[in-house]
């Protein structure tokens, strides 16, 4: 889920989009960018923190798995 989540905002970058709102169903994505973590796959927390950085409005959200 937070490859998919950084894929979006490459996406978005990639579209020249400066306010997004992102959804994920998966709460520890959401929980992470967050909250300090250390984990497997802090890279990609990382990456998603900086890229965040880059736009003038960021929303992200965690969504029921049922909205999928």
Do not use: W
């Not at 889920?1 to 970058?13: I, K």
């Not at 998603?48 to 992200?60: E, N, V």
């Amino acid at each position: 889920e937070a490859l998919a989540f950084n894929e979006g905002l490459t996406l978005s970058t990639d579209l020249y989009e400066r306010r997004i709102q992102v959804g994920t169903d998966c709460a520890a994505t959401i929980f992470h960018l967050k909250n300090p973590y250390l984990g497997t796959s802090s890279a990609v927390i990382q990456d998603i923190i900086k890229k965040m950085q880059a736009f003038d409005s960021f929303c992200f959200e965690h969504e029921k798995r049922d909205m999928n």
